[in-house]
């Protein structure tokens, strides 16, 4: 069932083409909330409940607990992670924001940045500031990304933070999620575009979504808390994606699925490794 008072207004809607970002309200409840950070913690043990690994590549149980961990597909580990990362809601949210019918998921990762406390390291869990489609060449740059909070998130905890407009700046060179040095990125990033970063913090309450443009500059600084910030991060694609080959990105899981079901260079991402959200209407 859609939720019809989080759907974003014309007004909202033209914030985020102007902005690139928009934040909606509370999602998910707070018994919901605990289920989802249940499931979080279960996958981290490595405990699959459909017997599916996340996809390999990411963090997984074994690796150091003490570094942000980023692990994608979580959703085929875990039904109620599943729940959310195919939620309607969030669906008919990013069809009104990208103007589509169809929204289907492209795929969706589980981040946690552990607490390191006020004497945190300057670049302890910190995420570089880059676009979403540094990585994703091999589809069309109209994606939009729902970042969903399973806890208060503020900047004393890493919030993300958003470049308003960046997403109108085109694909640029040096985008880097793993570059832990802000400063260093953000000097090299600007010096390229020719335009000075205008930082905006996205603080949310647990349960609340922000979501952004996948050209929008972003990333985040450290956890100074004693408690992890974490969220269920869903990337959702418009009907008419579909695979550019020969890019930067063409080895990303995305191509690497598509071609596993006989997918080549022009065809849509479509499947049952891309369930829709929002179907258009009559489906």
Known sequence: MIEKSLLPSESDVRFFEKNGYWLAGKLVDDERLERLREAMDQVYAGQFETGVAPWDGG??????PAKLRKTNNTHWANATLRQLATDPTLGAIAARLMRTEEVRLWHDQLLYKPGGGQAAATHSGNIGWHQDSHYWQCTVYELITAWVALGDVTQDNGCMQVVPGSHRWGLLDGSDFFNTDLEALKASIEGQSGRKFDLVPCELKAGQVSFHHCLTVHG???????????SHVIHLQPSHAYYIGGTASDEHMNVTLLRQLGGNSGDLFRGKHWPV???????
């Not at 963090?59 to 150091?64: E, I, L, S, V």
């Not at 959200?277 to 489906?283: E, Q, R, T």
């Open 59 to 64: 963090w997984k149980p074994g690796d150091d």
């Open 220 to 230: 985040s600084g450290p956890n100074r808390t004693d408690s992890p910030r974490r």
């Open 277 to 283: 959200l929002s179907p258009p209407p009559g489906d």
